[in-house]
């Protein structure tokens, strides 16, 4: 296990050792007292919920009220779509970028991105508390002598095809970059889903390079 994957265990194996833990919560009958669905129309005997098992709008933060059975489905799916051990849906790629970022690394931990990546990714830096640099565009050297440099724990965010010039980044290179220096390598491929791979999986799958 690397040195960032034991901190992020440690931190959950705190948070259940003190019961602060969240879980999803499954769907229940129980009378709701705790959304935003104040007049019970999500949860109406719809046939649309009938079909689905999801509500037929939003009731809030899934980690309150908002979760259904179709959603894990979908996840599971998506899971075994990228050869993943797990997926988190979020209502777009956008957020997801910047609730993933924003939360992954410490104040004692560095952050390095390319500097063509996605608007989004540099809003989730903004509100990361590490240490962030950008490196070259697809520049190895520049991204090694930044690795080189960079404390505590190492993150190193790419997008696997960028959206502007349509180029790719050169992943198995940086893959064998991140593992000598233990970083944690983040790919973005909003824009490798559906056009690379055998069942357009992207540029990950494709080149083997799940793990």
Do not use: W
Request: glycine share 8%.
């Amino acid at each position: 296990m690397q040195p960032i994957e034991q901190r992020l265990q440690a931190q959950l194996d705190h948070r259940k050792s003190i019961n602060a833990f969240r879980t999803l919560p499954q769907p229940s009958a129980r009378i709701d007292f705790c959304s935003n669905d104040y007049l019970g129309f999500a949860r109406d005997s719809a046939e649309l919920f009938q079909l689905s098992g999801a509500p037929t709008g939003a009731t809030g933060s899934r980690l309150i009220s908002g979760n259904a059975p179709a959603f894990e489905r979908l996840e599971r799916r998506l899971a075994h779509y990228f050869n993943a051990p797990a997926a988190l849906l979020f209502n777009s790629g956008y957020s997801a970028n910047i609730g993933l970022i924003a939360c992954m690394a410490t104040r004692h931990d560095t952050i390095l991105y390319d500097q063509l990546a996605h608007a989004s990714i540099r809003e989730g830096l903004l509100l990361s508390p590490a240490r962030t640099y950008n490196f070259r565009h697809n520049d190895l050297v520049h991204l090694e002598e930044r690795l080189r440099k960079a404390q505590g724990n190492r993150f190193v965010i790419v997008e696997s095809v960028y959206s502007m010039d349509g180029d790719q980044a050169p992943l198995q290179e940086m893959v064998d970059l991140c593992q000598h220096y233990q970083a944690a390598l983040v790919v973005d491929e909003a824009h490798g889903t559906g056009v690379y791979g055998k069942k357009g999986e992207g540029v990950v799958v494709k080149l083997g390079l799940e793990e």
